[in-house]
């Protein structure tokens, strides 16, 4: 009884500590979105990703366009793919396992893209592919290591896409600085 209630103590207080960092970062990234280059940058590269899924009606089109605004949001509030699923399910019409394919995939991308548009803000011209661990799927996993240019993203599985930016996928980029030059 007594280590359970220290146990809850300590994850309320990581939990607390989490909270008040994220608010921090959400703070800059809010600044960062709304009031710089970078943050156009980053709704073009989400409204290009939009466009390029040329199967979708227009009214899913739509719909695809709302949830993006909002994982966006989701984002620089430093919230978690499991807060956008509750949106995604109490709108109707969508299987539990969709929704959360959908949030996972929706947060993947607008964080992509936030990376994206900083990275190239920098002078960055691409990045190495990293992957998660032994889940990955095997045309992930060739891709390990790889260096990708931000203007010429891969095509696996029939579909075009960065590092984290594709559905289910848990790769991330990691951007390459350039040097500054002297």
Known sequence: MVANKMFAQVEKEEWNQWKSVSEEISVGLRDVVGNTPVGQVAQDIVYRQIQLMKSLPLEASDRVMEIQQRAMQAVINGERPDQLYEEIMASGKVAASRAQLIARTEIGRATGALTQARALAVGSEGYWWRIEGA????????MKDKFVRWDNPPTLDSMTG?????????????????????
């Open 135 to 142: 889940g990955t799927r095997p045309s992930h996993r060739k």
């Open 162 to 182: 960065h590092a984290g930016c594709l559905p289910n996928c848990k790769c991330w980029p990691e951007v390459h600085i350039p040097e500054p030059r002297k």
